[in-house]
């Protein structure tokens, strides 16, 4: 999948993600794209050092319950970018939690769909 489809699908899910969770505010679908290129730039320098570290410091219970670890790391990259940026306000730990099953979830489900459509360039 290209990087373009990428960055729309995650801008996508994370602009969903914000508007059904009270906890989680972005005012708007640009400001969505900008925390979508942050968010994807702090888990692909940090997040599998992250992931890597969780699952030694717990003798290798994070690599074998490794979707919670990756959902865990994924909340953690979620306060990162708050933190990074003022497009993006996460209340909590627990509402930076429910916005990365979100996240996770819809751009699952809109990279499905994607892979479905015939003549999509990209894809």
Request: glycine share 10%; net charge positive.
């Amino acid at each position: 999948m290209s990087i373009i489809w990428s960055l729309l699908i995650l801008s996508c899910s994370v602009w969903v993600a914000a508007a059904i969770l009270p906890g989680i505010k972005i005012r708007g679908f640009w400001d969505a794209v900008v925390v979508s290129i942050i968010f994807g730039l702090a888990n692909f320098f940090f997040g599998w050092l992250l992931f890597v570290v969780i699952g030694i410091g717990t003798f290798g219970l994070g690599f074998l319950f490794s979707f919670l670890t990756r959902l865990v790391v994924s909340a953690l990259m979620l306060k990162l970018t708050d933190a990074l940026t003022d497009r993006l306000t996460v209340r909590n730990f627990g509402w930076a939690l429910a916005g990365a099953l979100v996240i996770s979830l819809l751009s699952l489900v809109l990279e499905k769909i994607l892979h479905h459509i015939p003549g999509l360039p990209g894809i």
